[in-house]
């Protein structure tokens, strides 16, 4: 059973940046959704199994960043430049399926950490 482990949310301005870790159990293809009050979950970032793969949601592109450390088989989601919009639950997901490829839907993921909020004051 896959684990995952997120931690690095919290309060912070307008402008201001965090960053996400999602430690895992293992290595995995790795995604990053988030899910405001009232909203569906919608798809942030996703990193392929061996790092060289990336893609964005168009909203954050040029402002996040993932990347991962397949040491320490952590996912990270650098988050700059955060705006009021960006306020949200965030969820690191894992996919077991085998290739390389980055995959930007939730069916596309079989394991989910149990998110971390990002609050964003204006």
């Known amino acids: 059973q896959v684990q995952l482990v997120e931690s690095g949310g919290g309060l912070v301005q307008a402008g201001g940046s965090l960053r996400l870790s999602c430690a895992a159990s293992?290595?995995?293809?790795m995604g990053w959704f988030r899910q405001a009050p009232g909203k569906e979950r919608e798809f942030v970032a996703a990193?392929?199994?061996?790092?060289?793969?990336?893609v964005y949601e168009d909203s954050v592109k040029g402002r996040f960043t993932i990347s991962r450390d397949n040491a320490k088989n952590t996912v990270y989601l650098q988050m700059n430049s955060l705006k009021p919009g960006d306020t949200a639950v965030y969820y690191c997901a894992a996919s077991t399926r085998r290739g390389g490829d980055t995959r930007s839907r939730a069916v596309q993921y079989d394991s989910w950490g149990q998110g971390t909020q990002v609050t964003v004051s204006s």
């Open positions: 293992g290595r995995y293809a």
């Open positions: 990193v392929s199994w061996s790092g060289g793969s990336t």
